[in-house]
């Protein structure tokens, strides 16, 4: 730098170089210098520095110190959480006029501090605009406001911790903090590293704002564990994660088993495509690259994909635009050796580059770097290194352009540009994703609801829909759906792997020999791919009922085949056509409503005339759903930037379902509706006491007018198709019914690829609070809700 | 819409010297345009945006966009002892003292031209000349502002300002053609005035702000620059739009496609509206961004303005003294 101030105006009159710009950090170091630059804990509304506890320091991006950090241990965690405890009791208790009213003056703090917060941001290199985080706080203000008139019958968790990983930027954690805090919870928030010297001011400045003290607590660390360490804590009843997957997965492990839902927002590191068809305004659209591909820090990696009409044009256009372009400061050296391995690998597979300059032999310095001609499986697209690299594909048709996009694990976002109105939103509409920008590129605002598709994450954040995460169905909070417990020690390579005991054949008369009865999978009545079956026991448990299949491995993977066939032109149709399937459905059960009713009677011991009522509630069940098919629909919210978005339901694909032991068929009837109205496809598990009244559903299911494949039903050991469902990756949601163990393996298994999980843990006579016979509407609600995801399409216009 | 001015001009002849075949790419090319808007206006947001550079980084370029500018005045009270105040104001647009104290007064900082209505461009070459200046002399031609004069006058104007020693012309389409969609037909008139321009500098003014579209506007930008001109330029300064940031990045880009379809560099020239340093500022960063660093230097970039030279001058006077300067400090055009 002791070089370019001696530049003289002549020289700079001759090069015409950008000059040096100083952003000032005065009120932010003012505000560190009042910390004494050792930011301590937040609980009970103040900072709180415990002795002798190790800390962590944050140096700025030119690598001087900016402040340390102090790492809590468990003591701190049960201090914070029993003290988010009393504080969740005082803000819940108060109006919602009130909470709003808390909201809407944090947003005024902001306004008086927002230099100190975007400095303080800047320092931790974790930039993010006060006027994102106002427009936060107002737009989820209004819904504290009305969560009560509006959301009905809902009530707020408790405690929530909401995680972070080091580079989660500070937005993404506000998005799940403020939505938390407006619907009445306490949170705990476990920042990352780059994001904690900001949650500590703002967690500050919403004291200033008249939170109760101890309504918001900030515990930092230095690593994600301290997250699983906060999460151990019985009080804690929800942990949401933002940030890489890596360290999503980690705390995923590190809680399997504790008796809390943990959802994940993998929000940095996903693989987006960005889609220039032919028809696009090309220089709008090579200048989208020029601003999101290259930042020295990017939370998504962008693969560029070219129509081949249009390649030489955006190559060229690239080319003149990148030449201006300096190097990108790495992470550090260990990432420079990545980018140079990748490098090589891709000019290996016959890649060329496109670089503003060559690379500098060594060190941290690179220049932003387009690969030309890479595919699908060249190891940067698969696994894109870190660094300013944008690898570049070409497409020959606007199906093989989503095809193309379609093909990865993520399922985060996408970026398309064209100027046709039609060719955007359909390949809108097929785009796998989460968030679909058309003509531009990393837009985001509360009101859309977006949830990362495939293996982007497993809940719904912004809008409405993204509520529901913080709260639960008013009646359950007696008996939560999965108490907490402690992990248990268990061989999750072991779990159902038992072999179910052999049928002997007893060689009784053949008259009264028990029926055997057959699964159903892709359409088809069929035995186990094993061969062998289990016994069903009588209510009494002393004779043998029937036999039913012993359904596996293979039974569940042919199952998926076939589901995963028809899910998509299922969720196609129209909604009258699937309302006038599942009408059909319920039709053909009232045709067979005395078989059912006989074979409830059988399993469950309850008398005729109840399995009867329990029949005609499901038929009632079916035409409920029916009806809600074209009832669930997205909006288009209005945002405040110039344009149109939507918002989509769409359905999760296949669905595995490990159905309850209480009310077999009525459940099951329940579920099925829910999942399939939406769309969706079900491998079904009926209950391993109960799967009479499933098996004897059979029949009406192969006479309705359903796709052959939509509804697969297997029986057997529940734990060993538990495993089996966990363990296909085409699966993206899992409802279990269960023991502890069954929920714990889930919770550990299920996260590469991500998979939703409803988990339930049933008990004697109860199914986490749920009574199938009178179900609440805010149940059936979140019974759909759970059927469905999200997809936000942002049409910015002029 | 009908082209009377047009008699003169065979439709069935093959335009001037062009082939078919390239007049039909030519179209094929005008009509793939598509610019989407929203893009181009935040792209604008984010361009005025970026923090401006201060201290030695600021003086160096304001002087540099000093030696961009074309020193304009075309009004209808222009006499020859006002023009001549502009000449000399050309030459030295910058105090002596103020330059010498940042040891640039030897480095040949004047303004890039002068430019004037085509009746005042002798009494503007005089003054130069008698002030030993080889600085260009730019005439405003072809019924300006409006271009609703005859082809035959328009084309008289043309000639006669390069008689009378202009150097550079700056010529207004016929928005009549463009609107209609004529592209073909205005192809044809500028290149009648590429022609009658002989050697002297041609740069077309768009007149964005009647073109309705920007759309229209890169159409227009690609004619132009298929027809010869050195310069496009935006307005006339008489438009009720002128020149605007994102019509600008508009017609840079088509300048870009250009000089990627051909390898010719064309120039180009904001006009209208531009008052303060800071908008100097900003139209530099948007040169060096589209087109980079090549365009940042009179021969493919010009600001059109009159009162923008007092204003930086006034920041440079700062820069180099530490005060605000008050108006009679510094010499009047």
């Keep these: 730098m002791a070089g370019s101030t001696a530049k003289t105006v002549h020289d700079i009159f001759q090069s015409m170089e950008y000059g040096p710009t100083s952003s000032s950090a005065a009120t932010a170091q003012a505000w560190l210098d009042h910390h004494s630059r050792s930011l301590g804990l937040f609980m009970d509304g103040k900072f709180v520095c415990p002795a002798d506890r190790q800390t962590c320091s944050l140096v700025d991006s030119k690598g001087s110190a900016v402040c340390s950090t102090v790492c809590a241990v468990d003591h701190d965690v049960s201090k914070c959480v029993s003290s988010a405890v009393i504080g969740f009791k005082a803000w819940s208790s108060l109006s919602c006029f009130e909470r709003a009213k808390v909201l809407l003056k944090m947003g005024s703090v902001l306004g008086q ?144 088993g504790l008796g809390v839902p943990v959802s994940v927002s993998p929000c ?183 949830s990362g598709h495939k293996d982007s994450g497993t809940c719904t954040d912004g809008g409405q829909e993204g509520l529901y995460q913080f709260l639960q169905p008013s009646s359950s909070s007696s008996s939560p759906p999965l108490p907490r417990s402690s992990s248990i020690s268990m061989d999750y390579s072991n779990f159902g792997t038992a072999t179910s005991p052999a049928v002997i054949p007893n060689g009784s008369d053949p008259a009264s020999a028990p029926k055997s009865y057959l699964q159903f999978v892709g359409g088809k009545s069929c035995k186990s791919e094993s061969g062998s079956s289990v016994a069903v026991q009588s209510p009494e448990g002393t004779t043998v009922l029937a036999y039913c299949p012993d359904g596996g491995r293979k039974d569940v993977r042919n199952a998926v085949e076939a589901a995963i066939k028809v899910q998509p032109g299922w969720m196609k149709k129209s909604m009258s056509a699937r309302a006038q399937s599942l009408h059909s459905l319920a039709k053909g059960l009232e045709a067979k409503r005395r078989d059912i009713a006989a074979s409830i009677n059988a399993q469950t011991g309850l008398s005729l005339e109840e399995a009867d009522k ?83 559903f059979i029949q009406v299911l192969q006479s309705a007018d359903l796709p052959a494949g939509l509804v697969n039903i297997i029986t057997g050991s529940r734990d060993q198709l538990t495993a089996a469902l966990a363990n296909h990756s085409v699966l993206k949601a899992i409802w279990y019914w269960g023991n502890a163990e069954g929920c714990q393996y889930l919770q550990y298994t299920c996260t590469s690829p991500l998979k939703t999980l409803w988990l339930h843990c049933q008990k004697e006579e109860k199914d986490g609070g749920m009574d199938w016979t009178q179900l609440r509407p805010s149940h059936k609600e979140e019974m759909w809700r759970k059927a469905v995801q999200w997809k936000s399409i942002w049409i910015p216009t002029a | 819409m009908t082209t009377p001015h047009l008699s003169n001009f065979d439709k069935n002849k093959p335009a001037l010297d062009v082939p078919k075949l390239y007049t039909r790419g030519v179209k094929l090319w005008v009509s793939k345009v598509r610019v989407n808007t929203q893009a181009v206006l935040k792209r604008a947001q984010h361009i005025q945006g970026r923090k401006l550079a201060k201290k030695q980084w600021q003086a160096a370029w304001l002087l540099k966009a000093v030696t961009c500018i074309d020193l304009t005045t075309l009004a209808g009270d222009d006499t020859p002892s006002n023009v001549h105040r502009l000449c000399l104001k050309a030459i030295q647009p910058v105090r002596y003292d103020l330059l010498k104290s940042m040891d640039m007064h030897d480095k040949g900082v004047t303004t890039a031209a002068v430019c004037v209505y085509p009746s005042r461009v002798a009494d503007a070459v005089k003054s130069l000349k008698a002030a030993n200046s080889s600085l260009p002399v730019a005439s405003v031609a072809t019924g300006f502002p409006a271009g609703q004069t005859p082809l035959k006058t328009r084309l008289e104007e043309v000639r006669m300002a390069v008689v009378d020693g202009a150097t550079e012309i700056d010529i207004v389409i016929n928005r009549t053609l463009a609107l209609t969609g004529q592209w073909e037909a205005m192809y044809d008139e500028i290149c009648q005035f590429r022609e009658a321009c002989g050697d002297a500098h041609m740069k077309t003014i768009l007149a964005i702000g009647e073109l309705g579209t920007f759309t229209n506007v890169y159409k227009a930008s690609l004619v132009a620059m298929m027809a010869g001109s050195d310069f496009i330029k935006t307005s006339t300064g008489k438009e009720a739009v002128n020149a605007t940031y994102p019509v600008a990045i508009v017609m840079v880009r088509a300048i870009r496609d250009y000089f990627l379809c051909t390898g010719h560099k064309v120039g180009f020239k904001p006009a209208g509206g531009i008052r303060t340093a800071k908008e100097a500022l900003v139209w530099l960063t948007l040169m060096k961004e589209e087109l980079g660093d090549d365009w940042l230097h009179p021969h493919l970039f010009r600001l059109g303005a009159s009162s923008l030279l007092a204003d930086i001058e006034r920041q440079i006077y700062h820069y180099v003294t530490g005060q605000y300067a008050a108006f009679h400090e510094l010499p009047m055009a």
């Design chain 1, 268 to 450: 940095v590191g996903a693989t987006c495509p960005f889609i220039i068809f032919e028809s696009a305004d090309i220089d709008s659209a090579v200048e989208g690259v020029m601003e999101t591909a290259f930042k020295a820090k990017k939370e998504v990696q962008w693969v560029l994909c070219v129509q081949e009409s249009v390649l030489d044009g955006v190559v060229s256009r690239l080319r003149l635009r990148m030449a201006a372009m300096k190097c990108v400061a790495l992470a550090s050296e260990g990432d420079r050796a990545q980018v140079d391995a990748a490098l090589q690998e891709a000019q290996k597979q016959g890649a060329t580059l496109l670089q503003p300059c060559a690379a500098p032999p060594s060190g941290t310095q690179f220049p932003p770097t387009v690969l030309c001609g890479t595919a699908p499986s060249s190891p940067c697209v698969v696994n894109p290194p870190p660094g300013p690299l944008l690898p570049l594909m070409s497409f020959r048709s606007n199906t093989e352009a989503v095809s193309l996009a379609n093909h990865s694990p993520h399922g985060q976002a996408a970026s398309i540009w064209t100027e046709d109105l039609t060719l955007a939103l359909e390949t809108a509409k097929s785009l796998s994703v989460g968030s679909v920008w058309v003509n531009s590129h990393s837009m985001s605002d509360p009101c859309l609801p977006a």
């Design chain 1, 113 to 256: 501090h927002g230099q100190c917060v975007s400095e303080v941001c800047e320092l931790s290199k974790t930039s993010c605009s006060p006027s994102t985080l106002l427009r936060l706080l107002q737009y989820y203000s209004s819904w504290a406001q009305l969560r009560d008139s509006l959301i009905t019958d809902w009530s707020p968790l408790g405690v929530v911790a909401v995680v972070a990983s080091d580079d989660c930027s500070l937005y993404s954690l506000m998005q799940k903090v403020v939505p938390a805090l407006a619907m009445g919870n306490s949170v705990v928030i476990v920042p990352g590293r780059s994001s904690a010297p900001p949650a500590l001011l703002l967690a500050q400045l919403f004291m200033e704002a008249g939170l109760p003290s101890s309504a918001l607590s900030v515990l930092t660390g230095s690593d994600v564990s301290l997250g699983a360490k906060v999460a151990q804590n019985p009080n804690i009843s929800y942990v949401t994660y933002s940030g890489n997957k890596q360290d999503g997965v980690t705390l995923c492990k590190a809680t399997a």
């Design chain 1, 614 to 696: 329990e029949v005609e509630l499901s038929i009632a069940r079916l035409s409920d759903w029916a009806a809600c098919c074209d009832k669930i629909q997205g909006g288009a919210p209005p945002v405040p930037q110039s344009g149109f978005a939507l918002s989509l339901p769409e359905a999760l694909g296949v669905v595995g379902v490990v159905l309850p032991d209480n009310r077999p068929f009525l459940s099951m009837v329940t579920l099925l509706g829910a999942a399939i109205a939406m769309g969706n496809a079900v491998v079904m598990v009926p209950s391993q006491k109960h799967p009479l009244p499933a098996l004897a």
